[in-house]
């Protein structure tokens, strides 16, 4: 491969980089072509973009990014295959259902992921990534936290308790 055909590569690599907020490295060499058609597919279903990548060329566009990753540098050895969400759990939630699919496959193992400006290193790191709520679901958790004292104060009006209040503020408003 010619030095400005690296280049090119790195260039877009960075580019991708940049413009994801979140990235993990895995390896999926021991999958065989139909296992890696399916994950593939898996992952185009679940907007995870899956790119096979040489670690050089990584590391230099990991370099050359915007994103404070070095950390992930020590998991760039042995096959290296990047997968790009714009959600931090969905590649996570991925892999790890892809597994359950396929109960004999240990692959694709998780290597590192760079999630909400974190470095996430090691397999073990899997269930932790998988439990980190998107950005959505924080919202809609506090929509429900907001509505929930609105909710109460709404049922009790309702309710044979919203009787008593109606006749104690008549009470109230007939004494002046």
Known sequence: MKRSEKQAIIDNLTKEINSYNHFYLADISEL??????ELRRFCFQKEVKLIVVKNTL????????EKNADELFDALKGNTSLMFSQTGNVPAKLIKE???????????V?????VEESVYVGENQLETLVNIKSKE???????????????NVISALQGAGGQKIAGIIKTLSEKE
């Open 58 to 65: 990584l590391r230099r566009a990991i370099e050359a990014s």
């Open 32 to 37: 065989n072509a139909d296992k890696t058609s």
């Open 137 to 151: 679901e924080l919202i809609g958790d506090v929509i429900a936290l907001l509505q929930s004292p609105a909710k």
């Open 110 to 114: 998780l290597k590192a992921a760079y």
């Open 98 to 108: 892809f597994r359950k699919k396929n109960k004999k496959l240990e692959r694709p």
